[in-house]
């Protein structure tokens, strides 16, 4: 069955130090995948996206994530987190191999950065 | 630009009633997307639109809902004897193509829908 799985509900660091949310994706072929963020009260932003032109996808605010086919993962990081930065993440998927366009969305990752 | 505009941002309706939920698209965008946010959750799809037509409507729950897009253009969600459970924030979202697979969507602000 094709899912997405965000592995953390909630993610707290403190500014400055790395931030790391994973996700996992079960599908029989290749998807294309996403990642957004969602401040309070904002819409969704376009943080990313995987094109297959190189494994290691940089976004906007200094977000990178890294595609691994082998692990069906795509975890994004940060080097150095930002107070701007806490927010809800959501990995996002599409599924290729069924037709559908749609996208389907993880559960979310809450990011809480202390100061 | 303009980006994709849901109206009302806000809607409280009593159990029962007809609503109507509409999404002006980026202009230009021919995929148009309705999903529904509920509290702590992630969006989840409801339908489609690949121009005029609804190519995927599997995500709607139940035959009270229902959408349009007679023009291609504006859309409007429209949910007949809402009920408690439909309190949700509709999002609304276009993209360029709707057949490119790494085409991202461009969302709205949504409208938060509370059913007393």
């Known amino acids: 069955a094709q899912s997405v799985t965000q592995l953390d509900s909630h993610v707290s660091v403190s500014e400055g130090t790395p931030v790391l949310l994973r996700c996992n994706y079960s599908?029989?072929?290749?998807?294309?995948l996403f990642w957004y963020v969602q401040h309070p009260n904002k819409g969704l932003q376009l943080l990313l996206k995987?094109?297959?032109?190189?494994?290691l996808v940089k976004g906007i605010n200094g977000f990178e994530a890294e595609f691994k086919k082998s692990e069906t993962s795509f975890h994004l990081t940060k080097p150095s987190a930002h107070m701007s930065d806490a927010a809800e993440y959501f990995c996002?998927?599409?599924?290729?191999?069924?037709?559908?366009?749609?996208?389907?969305f993880g559960s979310g990752t809450r990011l809480q950065v202390q100061p | 630009g303009a980006g994709v505009s849901q109206t009302p941002s806000n809607k409280v309706t009593e159990k029962g009633k007809y609503v109507e939920l509409r999404c002006d698209p980026i202009?230009?965008?021919?995929?148009l997307y309705w999903y529904r946010q509920s509290l702590g959750q992630g969006p989840e799809f409801l339908i489609y639109?690949?121009?005029?037509?609804?190519?995927?409507d599997s995500g709607l729950p139940n035959d009270r809902f229902f959408a349009v897009r007679p023009e291609g253009s504006v859309s409007t969600l429209k949910i007949q004897r809402t009920e408690r459970g439909d309190s949700a924030v509709y999002l609304c979202?276009?993209?360029?193509?709707?057949?490119?697979?790494?085409?991202?969507?461009?969302f709205g602000n949504g409208t938060r829908l509370t059913v007393t």
């Open positions: 995987y094109t297959s032109a190189a494994t």
């Open positions: 599908s029989s072929y290749s998807p294309s």
């Open positions: 979202a276009s993209s360029l193509r709707g057949d490119r697979a790494n085409s991202p969507l461009h």
């Open positions: 639109f690949q121009g005029t037509g609804a190519a995927d």
């Open positions: 996002v998927v599409r599924f290729m191999d069924t037709g559908r366009r749609a996208l389907t």
């Open positions: 202009s230009g965008h021919t995929a």
